[in-house]
Structure formats: structure tokens, C-alpha cells
Nanobody, 124 residues
């Protein structure tokens, strides 16, 4: 029974970087596609990027391609989101989510295992 726990969030100044971690437990994450989403107060949840079980990366938000990078380390049962050149509009709760399939999908409803999220605040 796969569970996901995010960590690595916090307060960072504009222009700074953070690396978020999504640690899986209860099962191997090897066969899952895993995505990162974010939700700011008063806004809809936004998909960021997904990594397939075969390590193929897809972006849901093309505007973030230059600054956000998803990766996975199956030996550590962990998926990462490297966030660079952060701006205040990046402030949100960041969630990882998994679906038991090889390939990514943009449909949020397909992801049926979710972490509780980690808060990222970008402010000077």
C-alpha cells in the first residue's frame, strides 16, 4: 500500500533554490508514474511535471520547464523536484502523487496516491 511523504519545503528568498523530496513507503515506487502538483491559496491545483516509471519526463506547465526539474531515484524510493530561480508566485503547497502505470497522464483524477504536501514560501 504505497504512501508518499513530501519534505524539503520552507522559506526561501526570491532567486533561491529548493529541492523537494517525495519519499515512498509501503511498496516500491518503481512501477508508478509520479507527478508534482502545487496549490496556492485561492487558486486551482496546478500540475507541474511528471516522471514515468521508465524515467521519461513530461511537463504539465511549459512555463516551468526552465526552472523546475523532476527526477527519481528508485534505489531510494524517492522522487525529487529541483526548484531554481524561485519567485513569490511559486509560493504554494507542493504535493507529489502517483499512479500505478508506466506512462504519465495530465489527468489529475488518475493519480490516486497523494502526499499531504509541503509548504514552499518565496519571500524576502
Amino acid at each position: 500500500q504505497l504512501q508518499l511523504v513530501e519534505s524539503g519545503g520552507g522559506l526561501v528568498q526570491p532567486g533561491g533554490s529548493l529541492r523537494l523530496s517525495c519519499v515512498a513507503s509501503g511498496s516500491s515506487v518503481d512501477s508508478y508514474a509520479v507527478a508534482w502538483f502545487r496549490q496556492a491559496p485561492g487558486k486551482q491545483r496546478e500540475g507541474i511535471s511528471c516522471i514515468s516509471a521508465t524515467n521519461v519526463v513530461s511537463y504539465f506547465a511549459q512555463s516551468l520547464v526552465a526552472r523546475f526539474t523532476i527526477s527519481r531515484d528508485n534505489a531510494a524510493n524517492t522522487i525529487y523536484l529541483q526548484m531554481d530561480s524561485l519567485v513569490p508566485d511559486d509560493t504554494a503547497v507542493y504535493h507529489c502523487a502517483a499512479v500505478y502505470r508506466t506512462w504519465c497522464t495530465q489527468h489529475r483524477a488518475a493519480y490516486d496516491v497523494w502526499g499531504l504536501g509541503t509548504q514552499v514560501t518565496v519571500s524576502s
